[in-house]
């Protein structure tokens, strides 16, 4: 009954990362002052963050998967689990460095269009 419990958790919590919503970017509009390459930075960067979040829960879960005595008796149910958890980690993992290397992008963009106009208002 645990288990099932346990495979229930994961389902939804894999449904809630797959239908992580994106339609935050949608709402951004290019402007000329890299007001909109900075608004997306920050968005990669709190989705960079949110995954890195849910990566360390799901190592807390295998954590409390290992040293479980009862996984053991399961054998083949348990070690799938464990794989699918570790599955999950290494899915949140790269999905934040993608958001981050994302975020990196934007704020360069960011700042290459800001800095020729801070030149120009110093003259």
Do not use: W
């Amino acid at each position: 009954m645990k288990t099932g419990k346990f495979i229930a958790a994961l389902s939804i919590f894999a449904f809630l990362v797959a239908s992580l919503s994106m339609n935050s970017f949608a709402s951004v509009h290019i402007s000329e002052s890299g007001f909109a390459h900075r608004e997306l930075a920050n968005q990669y960067k709190n989705l960079a963050r949110e995954m890195q979040t849910k990566a360390q829960e799901q190592s807390e879960v295998l954590e409390v998967l290992n040293t479980r005595p009862h996984f053991s008796f399961f054998d083949k149910n348990g070690q799938k689990i464990k794989k699918y958890v570790s599955y999950q980690i290494r899915g949140c993992e790269k999905a934040a460095r993608k958001f981050s290397e994302k975020a990196a992008y934007h704020q360069s963009i960011a700042s290459e269009q800001t800095m020729p106009e801070s030149v120009v208002n110093q003259n």
